[in-house]
Nanobody, 120 residues
């Protein structure tokens, strides 16, 4: 079995920073793309940032210049450094990873989500 476990969410004031982490555990053979998504109440889940196995990154326009995605392959972990947070960044943040687990197929796995609240 493969699990993605997120951590680092919480309450932060506008303009503050948070760092999210997501670690894959279990029978992980290899990981392809990894990414962070978020879902605010009443809204669809949206891509925040993604990173390929080679380190290529992409960002939603709304977070460019404020968020940085990175990964540590040796630890099967992806990070999201969030700075200059705004109230509209508040959401449940989910990580996703394309993982091959003892087979030739990559399957999407999702974390359980971590709440980010931006409020004074």
């Amino acid at each position: 079995q493969v699990q993605l476990v997120e951590s680092g969410g919480g309450l932060v004031q506008p303009g503050g920073s948070l760092r999210l982490s997501c670690a894959a555990s279990g029978r992980v053979s290899s990981i392809n793309d990894m990414g962070w998504y978020r879902q605010a109440p009443g809204k669809q889940r949206e891509l925040v940032a993604g990173i390929s196995s080679a380190g290529r990154t992409k960002y939603a326009d709304s977070v460019k210049g404020r968020f940085t995605i990175s990964r540590e392959n040796a630890k099967n972990t992806v990070y999201l450094q969030m700075s200059s947070l705004k109230p509209e960044d508040a959401a449940v943040y989910y990580c996703k990873a394309e993982i091959r687990s003892g087979s030739f197929l990559y399957i999407d796995y999702w974390g359980q989500g971590t709440q980010v609240t931006v409020s004074s």
